[in-house]
């Protein structure tokens, strides 16, 4: 609790927190949505908003409102699959590769490497396109996931190579301690700050090239997400007709998404620093 | 047992530069001693002399190129970390990042115990690990939970003691343990060995460079230089008669500590330490006072004189017609 | 008495520490006052923590924050009046700094920029100070005094790392008389060094001070160096001066307990009986003890001790403590 008190202090955390918990409760509400997401003209369409309908309806005669707490759920499940599976193979490649050094290293480095180099997006056109009717959240998660983990492996595997070669390195050594739990204990407080803010920056990326993807057609079109609702608004030409309520809903809860997930980050990893942890230990 | 580790010819090449100019740097050049149980020897010399990487060769964490460690009569092959089970315990330099700054200190204790298996239950664990605290003269009480951050140096060297000790280690690796520590606190760490040989039967390989509490606290001492041993024996004849000509220009340029004793001439120092690993003949031959022709091209043998080894022209008889 | 070129009274630098809600203020230089004479190499001993470091900083007259000047003054000679330090501005303290005053910090050798040429670092150095010389001026100046120190010329065409240890801090010690500085503040310039690079580098600064007549003060842990070089010695202990005098007085009658320990724990060539250290440990600046800083640790501590601070006593002319146990001599 203490933590939550001192990370308060920093106003980035509280805006973004606050983003972030009215988001959530908007995901939330996609439970208790009256309509079905996936139907067409269950309202009548192009009103604007009211007290009836909150923001509005859309073209396709669906309520605005409701569209976009499951357009956020959805659009926060894909990157947060995106992001935890590409963590995952991060941190595994990156440790592996750094403790264990030779030819491992030079192995899964060349894959990383590979993955950065390759024109990223073609790529995922082409899988996108291949992949489209097997759609859906789980499999564009791990689309995304695949292309996600080259930087940040490199990035782990840099902080564990210099770590190894720390004296407390030696002790855990002579204090008996294997491998595992000598990388995971001795290593893991200084590779979590790095691990926390890419998890949240990889959420940030996979939402933003998932409503790139989205806009221009590769995705699943009836699963609502920030990036399909944007898709069928320019479709139906709101910005022409005016229908603003159904463009500037996504975009505004989109932006207002990735401001709070940078700052999220940013003052995370900023408290988790090793460097500041150390001034504020045994204080 | 006469002798608890052996080094025979211990030899240890870097190859430094690209694939164009590659040079050889031998950082330890065919080096001999041994320890005894129940002993402190001492390894000195300046920083660059090798004594560093012969400890870490012994205690496995570098491959030497070429030579032998044996340890109870048994050689030791590759890294091994069954070598710390056979009761090798070090401690190092830094006391400040000999532990990790993120963990608390004590969590290294109650993992050697658990790896090691020295208690069943954990009141046995924090007993044992204060019976240890109390060794070094610090309790249980004041050491629970706290950073390495909270403590002074000293202390914090005292507790790294106190870790290598849980395991009941009959030789002591100590590289450098007090370099860091203030001049005056050294005492109590230095007497701590004394401690560990008198009541306990520990061997300590003291690596250092500082004569002063060499002295005060060995029972044999080797001089490094460069990577070879230059003058090898018992610590009142080396540092109160030193032979060899760096042993007597390392004698004298300890400080006194006595303003009537300062030092008169002057010393010429070498400004690329390097030239004289590459040498041929004998490394000194750039500053030694008295060197002699054949010092530049012909490395000198292994002399006996009076119980203390030294490796210098000027005691080789044979040259003496 | 003799022209004083650097004098403090009562000084007290305190760290002032804001750490999320709550104030910490270390107490690193304690009401100080010292004279410090032109012409002579004054040494300040003390354990790691004593201040030490905080007080050159304080006679450098480099008061960052959190370092605070908290009260006193500090006085230097120049020519024939005082300066009072604190009422200094920005461009009067720079130019007091370096042409008056140099610093030579611990661990100095990493103060050369390592993707410099040392030559660069001289004649970048003599341009920021010095108006109207070339660059090839400025070379030939760093040249000579190189020389004139008796180090070789021919390192100025190398970098940092392509040097010794030793030779770096010489390098830096160079760098720092390059303008005839009235005062060389030098913080444990021995500290990491190798026994007869020490000994060189003590050489060296001793050169210094017969040549430029200057004033050095030298600050190390290590008596063996203050043995072999101050003129006079000032024992520091948990912010205070507690004892000063000549060299020779401080070694041969010490007559504050802690110096007595810090002189008796150091080992001596053919003695190999069993000696102690300065038992327990400093207090911490951030919550000092009642009183005398030292009685918890104090072998003969009196009841007056836990309560009051002594003031000092002269036992002599050229000898100062601040003990109850010594009386006026």
Known sequence: MKVFRDLFKDYRFCFSFGVLVIILILAFLSLFSPYDPTLWNVVPRDLKPSAKYLLGTDSNGQDIFWQATYAVRNSLIISFIAALVSRGIAILVGMVSGYKGGSTDRVLMFISDSLLVIPLFLIMVMLAMLVRQYMNLVILGLLLSIFGWAWDARVIRSVILSLREREFTQTAILSGTGTVRLVMNEYMPYATPLIFSTLINNMSWAIGLEITLAILGLVNLSIPTLGTMLNWAITYQAILLGHWWWVYTPVVLSVFLFVALYWLSVSISEYLDPRTRIQRVGA | MEKLLEVNLLKKEYTLGSLIARIKLTAVDNISFYIKPAEIFTLAGESGCGKTTSAKIILGFEEQTSGAVIHKGKPKTRKERAWITEGVQAIFQDPFTTFNPLRTVDRYFFETVQNFKLARTNPEAIALIDRKLKLVGLSYEEFAGKYPNEYSGGQLQRISIARALLTDPTLLIADEPVSMVDASLRMSIVNLFKKLRDEFGVSVLYI???????????????????????????????????????????????????????????????????????????????????VMEMCKSVVPRDLVVDDVLVKCHKYDESYNS | ??????????????????????????????????????????????????????????????????????????????????????????????????????????????????????????????????????????????????????????ILGAYPHQLSGGMRQRVTIALATLLKPRIMICDEPTTALDVVV????????????????????????????????????????????????????????????????????????????????????????????????????????????????????????????????????
């Open chain 2, 208 to 290: 250092t460079h500082d004569l002063a509490t060499a002295y005060y606290v060995s029972d044999r001492i080797a001089i490094m230089f460069r990577g070879n041993i230059v003058e090898m024996g018992p610590v009142e004849q080396v540092l109160m008669a030193p032979r060899h000509p760096y042993t007597k220009l390392l004698r004298e340029s300890i400080p006194e500590i006595d303003p009537k004793k300062r030092w008169h001439d002057t010393v010429s120092l070498t400004e690329l330490e390097h030239d004289e690993y590459l040498r041929n003949g004998c490394k000194f031959a750039g500053r030694c006072p008295v």
């Open chain 3, 1 to 154: 008495m003799n022209n004083f070129i650097l004098r403090t009274e009562k000084l007290k630098a305190f760290y002032i520490l804001d750490m999320q809600g709550t104030q910490k203020i270390v107490k690193a230089v304690n009401e100080v006052e010292l004279e410090i004479e032109e012409n002579e190499i004054y040494g300040i001993a003390g354990e790691s923590g004593c201040g030490k470091t905080t007080l050159l900083k304080a006679l450098f007259n480099s008061f960052d924050p959190p370092l605070h000047l908290v009260g006193g003054k500090i006085f230097y000679g120049m020519g024939d009046r005082y300066v009072d330090g604190t009422s200094l501005n920005q461009e009067d303290k720079r130019k007091l700094r370096m042409e008056y005053i140099s610093y030579v910090p611990q661990g100095s050798m990493s103060v050369l920029n390592p993707v410099l040429k040392l030559k660069d670092t001289y004649q970048d150095f003599i341009a920021s100070h010095v108006d109207g010389k070339t660059r090839s001026e400025a070379f030939e100046i760093a040249k000579a005094h190189i020389s004139e120190l008796g180090l070789p010329a021919n």
């Open chain 3, 198 to 329: 020490q000994r060189g580098v003590i050489q060296l600064l001793k050169d210094i001070q017969r040549n430029l007549k200057n004033t050095i003060i030298i600050v190390t842990h290590d008596m063996g160096v203050h043995a072999n070089i101050a003129d006079r010695v000032g024992i520091m202990y948990a912010g205070k001066i507690v004892e000063e005098a000549t060299t020779e007085l401080i070694f041969n009658s010490p007559l504050h307990p802690y110096t007595q320990f810090l002189i008796n724990s150091l080992p001596k060539f053919g003695d190999k009986s069993t000696r102690g250290s300065v038992p327990g440990s400093p207090p911490s600046l951030a919550d000092l003890p009642d009183g005398c800083p030292f009685h918890p640790r104090c072998p003969r501590v009196m009841d007056v001790c836990k309560t009051q601070m002594p003031g000092f006593v002269h036992p002599n002319d050229r000898h100062r403590v601040a003990c109850w146990l010594v009386g006026e001599g």
